[in-house]
């Protein structure tokens, strides 16, 4: 589970160092603080919607499933509500909402990775014990 933690950290980083590298070559002014605090919003949210699935590893598929829908429903509402206090508290502008929504489908690629990377687990497992 711990790789599967790591996931929306290192996609985050990758995609936030190569927007500021094409936003610096390109020109435009990326600003730094949007850029930082949407990565940290997709980044609370992502990891935040993965504690449903965390804290219980082993239930059957039908729970896991209702876990992974729930995680990705706290995913878009915490995205939201962070997003929109950063708005309204630290006045970033509009360039923090584009960083925020690159960030919230960047992290939620990442969620959808680990969800059905769980909901598979015990269908090969299934499989084979019928073999």
């Not at 950290?9 to 590298?21: Q, R, S």
């Not at 590893?57 to 706290?74: D, K, S, W």
């Not at 690159?102 to 990775?113: E, K, P």
Request: net charge positive; aromatic share 8%.
């Amino acid at each position: 589970m711990r790789g599967d933690m790591l996931i929306n950290p290192v996609l985050l980083t990758v995609a936030t160092v190569i927007a500021m590298i094409v936003g610096r070559v390109s020109g435009l002014n990326p600003q730094l603080s949007s850029v930082l605090v949407a990565a940290g919003v997709g980044l609370v949210a992502s990891e935040t919607a993965l504690l449903p699935i965390v804290f219980k590893r082993n239930a059957p598929p039908v729970e896991m499933f209702q876990r992974a829908f729930i995680g990705t429903v706290l995913h878009l509402g915490l995205a939201a509500i962070l997003g929109t206090t950063a708005v309204f508290t630290l006045r970033l502008g509009n360039n923090f909402v584009f960083w925020l929504l690159g960030s919230y489908w960047i992290t939620l690629t990442g969620l959808c990775m680990v969800f059905v990377r769980v909901l598979r687990a015990p269908a090969k497992s299934t499989e084979r014990s019928a073999n």
